[in-house]
Every structure is written in C-alpha cells, then in structure tokens.
C-alpha cells in the first residue's frame, strides 16, 4: 500500500483471516489475548480480531519505562480497549529481549496474540543481520503459542484502518531512540518504490518486494516494449502490473482481465498498465479509455 492511500477495512480483515487460517492461528470463534500496547498495531490487531467473529480480550503490560507516558499508555488501554493491565517492574537489565520475555510471562495459560506486522518483519530482518548476520524472521506462530495475525499488513495500514475506523492509538516516542527506529524512520522508507537506476525499481507492497521495469509519466507519448502509449490526460503513468491491481471504479482484478484475455503468464509481469495513483484506467490492447489510445508496432 502506497502512503496515504485510502484503506479497505473488509479487505483487510479478509486478508488477516485468511493468514489466520493458513496458519491456524486460532481456532473459528476462538478465544485468544490481544496483548496491547496502545499503538496503532495493536489497536487494530484488538479491533480486527472483535470485527472476525473470535472473542478477544486484552491485556498492557506496563514497565513504567517512560514514567507519566507510560501512565497514560496503560489509562488508554484500560479505557479505551477493556484491557488487564498488569504492573511489571523493569528488569534489572532491560534488555529488549528482557522486557519482551516478561510481557510473554503473563496469560502464558491462554491463547495470546501479538500487533506485529510486515514491517516489523523486515524492521527485525535487517536489525539481526546487522546485529549478529542472521537473517531470522518473526514466525507467524511462537513454540510458547503466541500467534501473529498481522504478518501480512505493514504499519501504514494499521493507522489507516484505525483513522478510517474513527478509533484512537497511542505513539511510543522512545522508538526514535532505538536501532529499530533508526531502521524504521530512515532505512525502510528508502526500500517503497526505490528506483535502482538502469530501468528497475524495488517495489514494497504488503509481505512481497519484488524488481520491475520503472515506472514512466505519459507525457504525451510512450514507448513501452512493443506498445506506443499515448494521451492528452495530465498525471497518468504506465507501469507494470502488480498483483492486486484492479481497474479503476470496478472490483474486477487486472488478472481475471489477462485470464480471460487467454494472455500468457510469462507476458503479464511485462504487460504495460495506465495509472492514474494506485488505479488502473487502461490496459493496452485489452481496456480501452477514450482518453487513451495504444498501438502494438510489432505487429
């Protein structure tokens, strides 16, 4: 999801239940622990697991790591989400690995669930290959049976399913400090829609990145392999096409489109689509827009 693009919340429940049953996760109309913290992760993680039907409840663990903020952090979500908030002293060593290891050590009897989402995925990636040069992930289900519902949703989509919900989070100003933030404020947004130069861009979108042909402004007119692109409409661009993608104003998937086209998988990654933002207006040769006009010169 690109930033600032609107959120679907339907779909983004769908898509968390069906990570949810891939992995079973949890058991249909189960219970299970939301482990809350107060921030946009999981708040939305709270909110989605009530919105599919499981019966979730919550429980803050506060350290009381950043004294009259952590505070009001425990207040919202004893408030705002029903949660247990349970006091537990900073360790003598609060090490990250220290504080998360006691947070797991409450409700160890039930089924609990963590906000942790793609973005930490990629955050704790690159944070243990520079720390020790592995390259280990977060599973979407620990051995002690804390499960992950949110590993295909990036933090972006969080907020804006808690914005386009009308529901409230909190924000944790010590992340700035760490390596993680370090990692997430200035090394991650370098990895959405980097352009790697000799025609190839890096693209980021949910729990894939992925290399494709960069893509172009139609100004006037474009050459894109065999096809010659042109229009008089102001911001539109041609690009490749990415799963997902579907024709402006219309549920159907650019993919059912090549399906039904009989196009050939091994042609579509390289099929050229005219963009307006995240929405499709044309496919040459398949969707016209009368705006748009597109001819096949090897033809």
């Known amino acids: 999801m690109a930033v600032g693009e609107p959120v679907h919340p339907n779909r983004l429940r769908e898509r968390v239940e069906a990570h949810i049953r891939e992995h079973e996760l949890i058991p249909p109309g189960g219970e299970v622990v939301a482990l809350v913290s107060g921030g946009a992760d999981s708040t939305c993680l709270h909110h989605v697991l009530g919105a599919l039907g499981y019966r979730v409840s919550a429980l803050h663990v506060n350290h009381g790591l950043r004294g009259e903020e952590s505070e009001q952090d425990a207040r919202f979500c004893r408030e705002q989400l029903g949660a247990e908030v349970v ?13 998360r290891k006691l947070r797991y050590s409450f409700a160890a009897d039930r089924l609990r669930a963590t906000g942790h989402t793609a973005s930490d995925q990629v955050e704790t990636v690159l944070y243990r290959l520079v720390s020790s040069g592995g390259a ?10 804390v ?3 949110l590993l295909t949703l990036w933090r972006d989509e969080t907020e804006a399913y808690c914005r386009a919900e009308g529901i409230a989070f909190r924000s944790d100003s010590s992340n700035a400090a760490t390596a993680r933030g370090l990692i997430r404020d200035e090394i991650l947004p370098l990895l959405r ?3 790697l130069g000799q025609g190839l861009t ?4 949910y729990d894939r990145v992925w290399l494709e042909q960069t ?14 692109i042109e229009s008089s409409l102001a911001g539109l661009k041609v690009r490749s096409w990415r799963p997902g993608d579907r024709l402006a104003g219309r549920r159907k998937k650019i993919q059912d489109v090549f399906v039904d086209a009989k ?4 042609e579509r990654e390289a099929w050229p689509l005219v963009v307006r933002g995240s929405e499709v207006v044309a496919v040459p040769g398949l969707i016209e ?5 597109a001819t096949r010169e090897d033809l």
């Open 147 to 149: 499960v992950r519902p």
């Open 263 to 266: 196009i050939p998988r091994s």
């Open 215 to 228: 893509p172009v402004a139609l100004d006037g007119s474009v050459r894109w392999g065999p096809w010659r």
């Open 136 to 145: 280990k992930g977060i599973k979407p289900k620990r051995e002690d049976g």
């Open 289 to 293: 827009h009368p705006a748009v006009s």
């Open 202 to 205: 890096a693209v980021r979108e």
């Open 87 to 99: 006091e537990a002293p900073v360790p003598e060593l609060p090490t990250e690995d220290a504080l």
């Open 193 to 195: 829609r980097l352009d």
